[in-house]
């Protein structure tokens, strides 16, 4: 009889190391009349600083919104939003004011201090009041270097509108915080008891913590199909690929394990090493950190692999991504081209960020390329989750089953100036088929955007009208974005 895989189903290793599995078929239900399981709900927010021109957004594919094109049969596109309760407090649109809006819906109480929740915040209480049946509730990380301004990276808000946790930078503290098995190593060269030596390694690598069941899942007494065989080992050998990004284990490792000794890398190496993950405090003018572009882009990708494999695995089901916080303060450096065009960062930015040369400077040529930047980078992000390699059990992909919102701060662009809280891009991906794809270029509010995107989901925002009363808005729904 074929044995039945609870969706929950771990890998158990030495030190407690557990490794959830993708779905496989042999986690179907026994009746052809069953009905499979539905995904759990789930919602990620993504955000990049600075926003796109408006003129630009209208050009579709053609202009820094390219990047979503491979994925637009899976996206609802809004190019014409408004932010304007972010003039709640006086004239002028800085971005701590704007900053606070986004994921949020209504303008912040005081500065730095947000009017409520962020939206993965309402949904995780609303549906988990005593608490998500995951590892971690939910987690925040992303790039960014503004860190005096809490409202520039923080895009994940309490209840009482406090501040939650900084977005995590380090890829290496992401998979620990995450997966919980990874260690540095010991000192190079000095004596080390073989058995300690052993233990370092199991705690350091997840998938060597866990390869005596592995060993069984994908041998002969397996209770598993052939199919079902290859997905768990592509599966493993995706979180190998990542152990291996996050530290590079010398080829010898594997046969000194074997023999009870091992000669451990040196250190944990994050993508891009000199990258200044721990940077405590970055800013505009010459404050702002100097990055070259690819190593930023890298460990943000790294970053949306890691979240990747949480959702596939159900360690959480909430959490934000960041690239590039509002106000984008970041000397890049090098060269990017895209839309025929090139700019170069080393020599527009001397000592000083797009935020600075660009955006204030209202240079749109150089604009759209940094969105592009950030789009492509976004987009990255989603595509982790589009992975077809791990379909859950309706068959559809870990994107098409999580709602995913990409916000921004800024329209604006082209003939008019910057620091423009109207004409301002959002998308809704996923959302478990909830959603009409294409593009959306009415007026609306962000809240409605928000309001719209929970209904299927038998969820309210509570912004608006109903949240804050000096802001009178009273959510609309977008109907025709909705399946």
């Known amino acids: 009889m074929r044995k039945i895989l609870s969706r929950r189903t771990l890998l158990h290793g030495a030190g407690g190391v557990m490794i959830g599995l993708p779905f496989l078929d042999e986690m179907r239900p026994r009746s052809a009349n069953a009905q499979t399981t539905d995904p759990p709900m789930r919602l990620i927010t993504l955000f990049f600083g600075l926003g796109v021109a408006r003129e630009e957004m209208l050009k579709g594919f053609k202009g820094p919104l390219a990047p979503f094109e491979a994925l637009q049969k899976k996206?609802?596109?809004?190019?014409?939003?408004?932010?304007?309760?972010?003039?709640?407090?006086?004239?002028?649109?800085?971005?701590?004011?704007?900053?606070?809006?986004?994921?949020?819906?209504?303008?912040?109480?005081?500065?730095?201090?947000?009017?409520?929740?962020?939206?993965?915040?309402?949904?995780?209480?609303?549906?988990?009041?005593?608490?998500?049946?995951?590892?971690?509730?939910?987690?925040?990380?992303?790039?960014?270097?503004?860190?005096?301004?809490?409202?520039?990276?923080?895009?994940?808000?309490?209840?009482?509108?406090?501040?939650?946790?900084?977005?995590?930078?380090?890829?290496?503290?992401?998979?620990?915080?995450?997966?919980?098995?990874?260690?540095?190593?010991?000192?190079?060269?000095?004596?080390?008891?073989?058995?300690?030596?052993?233990?370092?390694?199991?705690?350091?690598?997840?998938?060597?913590?866990?390869?005596?069941?592995?060993?069984?899942?994908?041998?002969?007494?397996?209770?598993?199909?052939?199919?079902?065989?290859?997905?768990?080992?592509?599966?493993?050998?995706?979180?190998?690929?990542?152990?291996?990004?996050?530290?590079?284990?010398?080829?010898?490792?594997?046969?000194?394990?074997?023999?009870?000794?091992?000669?451990?890398?040196?250190?944990?190496?994050?993508?891009?090493?000199?990258?200044?993950?721990?940077?405590?405090?970055?800013?505009?003018?010459?404050?702002?950190?100097?990055?070259?572009?690819?190593?930023?882009?890298?460990?943000?990708?790294?970053?949306?692999?890691?979240?990747?494999?949480?959702?596939?695995?159900?360690?959480?089901r909430f959490g934000s991504m960041l690239f590039v916080g509002s106000g984008g303060h970041v000397g890049l450096r090098g060269t990017y081209s895209a839309l025929g065009d090139s700019v170069n960062f080393t020599q527009d930015l001397p000592g000083t960020s797009p935020h600075d040369a660009y955006f204030h400077n209202n240079r749109w040529d150089k604009c759209r390329l940094h969105a592009h930047y950030c789009i492509t980078n976004i987009a990255g992000a989603l595509a982790s989750l589009d992975d077809p390699s791990f379909l859950e059990a309706n068959g559809k992909t870990v994107l098409d089953n999580t709602l995913v919102i990409v916000g921004t701060d800024y329209g604006g662009g082209g003939t008019t100036t910057g620091h423009i809280p109207e004409g301002v891009f959002h998308a809704i991906a996923g959302g478990n088929g909830h959603f009409k794809p294409g593009f959306n270029d009415k007026v609306y509010n962000v809240i409605d955007v928000y309001e719209t995107a929970l209904k299927p989901y038998g969820l309210k925002t509570g912004m608006g009208a109903g949240r804050h009363a000096r802001y009178k808005h009273a959510p609309v729904e977008i109907g025709e974005v909705l399946a």
């Open 75 to 316: 996206m609802s596109i809004f190019t014409n939003l408004e932010l304007k309760q972010s003039h709640d407090f006086g004239s002028g649109e800085p971005h701590f004011k704007v900053g606070d809006v986004v994921f949020v819906g209504d303008p912040q109480k005081r500065e730095y201090e947000a009017a409520g929740p962020s939206l993965e915040q309402i949904v995780k209480k609303d549906l988990f009041p005593n608490g998500v049946p995951t590892r971690l509730g939910s987690k925040s990380v992303g790039m960014w270097f503004r860190t005096g301004s809490v409202s520039q990276y923080t895009r994940h808000w309490n209840h009482d509108g406090s501040p939650g946790e900084r977005p995590e930078r380090r890829p290496t503290r992401i998979f620990e915080q995450l997966f919980g098995g990874m260690t540095g190593g010991g000192t190079p060269g000095a004596p080390q008891d073989p058995g300690a030596v052993r233990e370092q390694h199991l705690k350091r690598s997840v998938l060597d913590a866990v390869v005596g069941e592995y060993k069984h899942y994908i041998g002969d007494a397996s209770p598993l199909g052939k199919d079902s065989k290859a997905k768990l080992s592509v599966h493993l050998d995706n979180i190998r690929n990542v152990e291996k990004r996050l530290a590079p284990v010398e080829a010898a490792v594997d046969d000194a394990i074997a023999q009870e000794e091992c000669a451990m890398p040196k250190a944990v190496t994050d993508p891009g090493k000199d990258l200044p993950y721990d940077l405590a405090q970055g800013g505009a003018g010459g404050s702002a950190p100097v990055i070259q572009h690819e190593d930023f882009a890298a460990a943000f990708q790294l970053q949306g692999q890691l979240m990747a494999l949480a959702l596939r695995c159900d360690v959480l």
